[in-house]
Each structure stands twice: as structure tokens, then as C-alpha cells.
């Protein structure tokens, strides 16, 4: 079965220092990332996705995410974290071509919470 | 983008009864669907809700216990029936735009 393992479940860092964040996917011939961000008590927000193209995306508040096919990997990364930034951070995938094969469901990883520390 | 809205935001039930969650997307999508989130969780996909016809069900979960409407391109209603304390959950609608799923708000679901 697909799946998506994100390896921390925790990752407490201080304010202005660097964060990356892990998510590993089952190997697939197709695949589409995405990684979303859920603050306290909210919604899930769309924060980034790799469909095609660039292996490097980027949101609009700073964080990043390569895509590396080789090591099945979407690491999601901020040279300088914020403590509004502090949330749980969801890595999904959805297999194959969307519009064709592809139904659109989402898997999602664990999640990992980001606490940044004043 | 679309924009997903969910009544009840939250809601307190007891064991036994059933409720019924809306979604409504600003929006005409293809797809729809419905995901739990436990407590702690992450979130797993419930069903695709199909627009008329009877919904695709994920394992582990069957119509009788989540049935699904969909009368058309915009609105979805799930219901949680005959209602455990272990279906306490965030439930989540998103609908699929051409690259993109977005999110409802969620409605956080207390089964005492």
C-alpha cells in the first residue's frame, strides 16, 4: 500500500534558527507532494506542493520543499522559523496522473509539530 | 481556489444519536471528499463523495455507519450514525480543484 512516513513527530527549535522537516513516500512512478500546515484549533492550509517541474517549491512565507525522486523524499525546510510558525505540518501525496488515473485522494503522513521557542 | 464552509463547527452528542455535517464549496468541483482526523491523529480518508451516485467508501469504513450525500457540484453532507465516544473526531470535507485539494474548517465531533 502507498504510504507517507513524516520521521519526527516533534520538533522543538528556537526562534530565527534553521527547521527541516522529514517526509519520506512510497515509491511511485507518478506522484504529486504537498505539504499543509494546521494551526491551533484551524483548518488544514495548503503551504506548498510539487506537481511537476522544478524540484525546488517555495511558499510565500518562507518555506521550502525538494522534491528528491532518487530518496523518495519532500523535506520541508526554513533557514529562519518565526514563533507564528508553530503548528502541526502534514506531508500528503496522491498517486498518479490527476485527472486520468489518478481519483485525487490524499494520504497523509503522521504529522510533525513544530514548536518554536522564544 | 475554493472556498469549503462546514455547519456544525463543532458539536456535543450523545452515545446513540446521529448528526449530520454539511459542506458547502463557493464553488462547481468534480470531486469531494470527506476525512477524519482522531484525536491526535492525522487524517484518513473516509470517502469520495460522487456526485449522483453512491459514495466510494475507504476500508474500514461502510455506508450504514457514514452515509453520504451529494446532490450536486457544491454541497456534500456526511452523517456519523448511532454515534460511540470513539467516533470523537475532527471531520474534514476538501474538494479538488485541477492540482489541489483545499479544506473546510472541520467540524471537532464530542461523543460523550
Known amino acids: 500500500a502507498q504510504s507517507v512516513t513524516q520521521l519526527d513527530s516533534q520538533v522543538p527549535v528556537f526562534e530565527e534558527a534553521p527547521v527541516e522537516l522529514r517526509c519520506n513516500y512510497s515509491s511511485s512512478v507518478s506522484v504529486y507532494l504537498f505539504w499543509y500546515v494546521q494551526y491551533p484549533n484551524q483548518g488544514l492550509q495548503l503551504l506548498l506542493k510539487?506537481?511537476?517541474?522544478?524540484?525546488l517549491v517555495e511558499s510565500i512565507n518562507g518555506f521550502e520543499a525538494e522534491f528528491n525522486k532518487s530518496q523518495t523524499s519532500f523535506h520541508l525546510r526554513k533557514p529562519s522559523v518565526h514563533i507564528s510558525d508553530t503548528a502541526e505540518y502534514f506531508c500528503?501525496?496522491?498517486?498518479?496522473?490527476?485527472?486520468?488515473?489518478?481519483?485525487?485522494?490524499?494520504?497523509f503522513g503522521q504529522g510533525t509539530t513544530l514548536q518554536v521557542k522564544p | 481556489s475554493a472556498v469549503i464552509s462546514q455547519k456544525p463547527s463543532r458539536d456535543i452528542c450523545q452515545r446513540g444519536t446521529s448528526l449530520t455535517i454539511q459542506c458547502q464549496v463557493d464553488?462547481?468541483?468534480?470531486?469531494m471528499f470527506w476525512y477524519r482526523q482522531q484525536p491526535g491523529q492525522s487524517l484518513t480518508l473516509i470517502a469520495t463523495a460522487n456526485q449522483g451516485s453512491e459514495a466510494t467508501y475507504e476500508s474500514g469504513f461502510v455506508i450504514d455507519k457514514f452515509p453520504i450525500s451529494r446532490p450536486n457540484l457544491t454541497f456534500s453532507t456526511l452523517t456519523v450514525s448511532n454515534m460511540s465516544p470513539e467516533d470523537s473526531s475532527i471531520y474534514l470535507c476538501?474538494?479538488?480543484?485541477?492540482?489541489?485539494?483545499?479544506f473546510g474548517p472541520g467540524t471537532r465531533l464530542t461523543v460523550l
Open positions: 464553488s462547481q468541483v468534480t470531486m
Open positions: 476538501s474538494a479538488a480543484g485541477t492540482d489541489t485539494q483545499y
Open positions: 500528503a501525496v496522491t498517486y498518479g496522473i490527476h485527472g486520468s488515473s489518478n481519483t485525487g485522494k490524499l494520504i
Open positions: 510539487y506537481l511537476s517541474g522544478s524540484t
